[in-house]
Nanobody
């Protein structure tokens, strides 16, 4: 399993970014895939996840209505669209995958850092005020 993120960068508050994760070495139907983020000095927490078997998506409360996760099976790509960004969204964003698809709702709970099986190296998002 290999996950490679791209699309991070610097943006002003209120702006948008699109993060992309190129996946290889597995098929989406056997896994849940998604994004986590780690702000400076904080734990890595779940942001958004997608389960291919039934199309379920889950989001952290802090990003609901602003972020959207999508999967392109043909391109083997996991995308996170981020809108209305705030400085609190500044973090390193990690793409992740795990076979334990039944846990997809737990992974976005606050103060509950998930421990997934596979991670990319991360991409930095910096939102300035």
């Amino acid at each position: 399993v290999q996950l490679v993120e791209s699309g991070g960068g610097s943006v002003q508050a209120g702006g948008s970014l699109r993060l992309s994760c190129a996946a290889s070495g597995f098929t989406f139907d056997g896994y849940a895939v998604g994004w986590l983020r780690q702000a400076p000095g904080k734990e890595r927490l779940g942001v958004a996840f997608f389960r291919d078997s039934d199309g379920l998506t889950t989001y952290a409360n802090s990003v609901k209505g602003r972020f959207t996760i999508s999967v392109d099976n043909a391109k083997k790509e996991v995308v996170l669209h981020m809108n209305s960004l705030t400085p609190e969204d500044t973090a390193v964003y990690y793409c992740a995958a795990d076979r334990r698809k039944s846990l997809i709702r737990l992974w976005v709970l606050p103060r509950s850092p998930p421990d997934l099986a596979y991670y990319g190296r991360g991409t930095l998002v910096n939102v300035s005020s």
